[in-house]
Each structure stands twice: as structure tokens, then as C-alpha cells.
Nanobody, 116 residues
């Protein structure tokens, strides 16, 4: 059974940094591209970043470009999102996501709050 467990969120000031983790199990993590999404209060879920199965290529939303870095450790089945220069508009619940055919799998998310 697919299981995705996000962690590492918290309360932080603008300009600060945070590293999110996603522990994955129940599927072949090393053979799967992975994504990070986020959802702010009362807003639609927004794509943030993607990484290839071997970590060889990545891509980012414009809002994340230059500030966020997606990475993975296939030996430990873990996905990461390093977030630097955080802004109040980064406040959201962050989810790691797996696409399997036409279905997406999500964890419960981890809350990131950026505030003065």
C-alpha cells in the first residue's frame, strides 16, 4: 500500500529556511518521478517542483525557482524540499505526490507558516 509521510514543516520568519522530508513506502520509489505540491488556505493545490527517478533533472514553479531545491535519496526512499528565502506567500500545507497511471497519491501534508 502506497504510503507518503511528510515532515519538517513549522513556523518560521521571512527570509528563513526549512527542509521538508517525505518518507515513501509501498511502491518502487527509485523508479518513480516525484513532485511537491502545496495548498494555501482557501486556494487550489499548486504544483511546486518535480524530480526524475534518478534525480538527474528537476523543474520548478516560477514562484519556487531560485529559492527551492528538490532532491531525493533513493537508498532511503526519501524525497526532500529545501526552501530558502521564505516569504509569507509560501505559507501552505506542503504535500509530496506520486503519479501512478491516472491516479495521484498524497500524504497528509506538513504545515509551513511564514510570518513576522
Amino acid at each position: 500500500q502506497v504510503r507518503l509521510v511528510e515532515s519538517g514543516g513549522g513556523l518560521i520568519h521571512p527570509g528563513g529556511s526549512l527542509r521538508l522530508s517525505c518518507a515513501a513506502s509501498g511502491f518502487s520509489f527509485r523508479n518513480s518521478a516525484m513532485n511537491w505540491y502545496r495548498q494555501a488556505p482557501e486556494k487550489e493545490r499548486e504544483w511546486v517542483a518535480v524530480i526524475s527517478r534518478d534525480g538527474g533533472w528537476t523543474n520548478y514553479a516560477d514562484s519556487a525557482k531560485g529559492r527551492f531545491t528538490i532532491s531525493r535519496d533513493n537508498n532511503n526512499n526519501t524525497l526532500y524540499l529545501q526552501m530558502n528565502s521564505l516569504k509569507p506567500e509560501d505559507t501552505a500545507v506542503y504535500y509530496c505526490a506520486l503519479r501512478l497511471g491516472v491516479y495521484d497519491y498524497w500524504g497528509q501534508g506538513t504545515q509551513v507558516t511564514v510570518t513576522v
